[in-house]
């Protein structure tokens, strides 16, 4: 299974800040999905990263708020917009790989705004 | 569209007994897919079992074992002989031929005390 490097692991941000998380997967890979975990909730999708083009964001995310890029088959960027300390989350990339469905996560981005 | 539901919030277990979590599953596709993970306090996501729609022969690895139930939408999953190492929260997930994103349940937060 794909190996992902995901940086930071955890910092402490200011208010009115933004935040770039870093994906790096070891393999090319189709699928790149981007979740959000909130303290003591579950992982909720943030937006499907597609390779050339605009993410796909789901029902309460926006471009302007977490905004996505997915240069190439290998990487990926999510940043957190103008953060407020209701952005403080576990963020986490995850891959999804082609025909087994099988799907590996990063070790996630601990954020804490202040 | 998928919906996953754990309806256990917390489990407490006193070390060396056995648990089950239960999760049950919503989805109007044929061919879907059925995915436990382990989240320990540090964070990261750890994969334990993926099961497809088509297969419900149940499986035992070591001290996990799962029971996949069609005819109830269920698919349960028992640690036997439980140990401190197992305390960590537990999602249950789900994905379809045309979702492909993983929609987890709120996880059961299982505690395995001394």
């Known amino acids: 299974s794909a190996v992902i490097s995901q940086k930071p692991s955890r910092d402490i941000c200011q208010r009115g800040t933004s935040l770039t998380i870093q994906c790096q997967v070891d393999?090319?890979?189709?699928?790149m999905f981007w979740y959000r975990q909130q303290p003591g909730q579950s992982l909720t999708l943030i937006a499907t990263?597609?390779?050339?083009?605009?993410?796909?964001?789901e029902s309460g995310f926006v471009i302007d708020k977490f905004p996505i890029s997915r240069p190439n088959l290998t990487f990926s960027t999510l940043t957190v917009s103008n953060m407020s300390p209701e952005d403080s989350s576990i963020y986490l990339c995850?891959?999804?790989?082609?025909?087994?469905?099988?799907?590996?996560f990063g070790s996630g981005t601990r954020l804490t705004v202040v | 569209a998928q919906k996953v539901t754990q309806a256990q919030t917390e489990i407490s277990v006193v070390e060396k007994e056995d648990v089950t979590l239960d999760c049950v599953y919503e989805?109007?596709?044929?061919?879907?897919?059925l995915f436990w993970y382990k989240q320990p306090p540090s964070g990261e996501l750890v994969f334990l079992i993926r099961?497809?729609?088509?297969?419900?022969q149940n499986e035992i690895s070591g001290r996990y074992s799962w029971n996949f139930q069609k005819s109830t939408s269920s698919f349960n999953f028992t640690i036997t002989a439980s140990q401190v190492v197992d305390s960590a929260v537990y999602f249950c997930?789900?994905?379809?031929?045309?979702?492909?994103?993983?929609?987890f349940g709120s996880g059961t937060q299982l505690t395995v005390l001394p």
């Open positions: 989805t109007r596709d044929t061919t879907y897919y």
């Open positions: 099961r497809n729609s088509f297969d419900e």
């Open positions: 997930a789900a994905t379809s031929g045309s979702a492909r994103q993983l929609t």
């Open positions: 995850s891959v999804g790989e082609q025909g087994n469905y099988g799907y590996t």
């Open positions: 393999s090319q890979v189709t699928m």
């Open positions: 990263a597609n390779q050339g083009s605009e993410a796909t964001y």
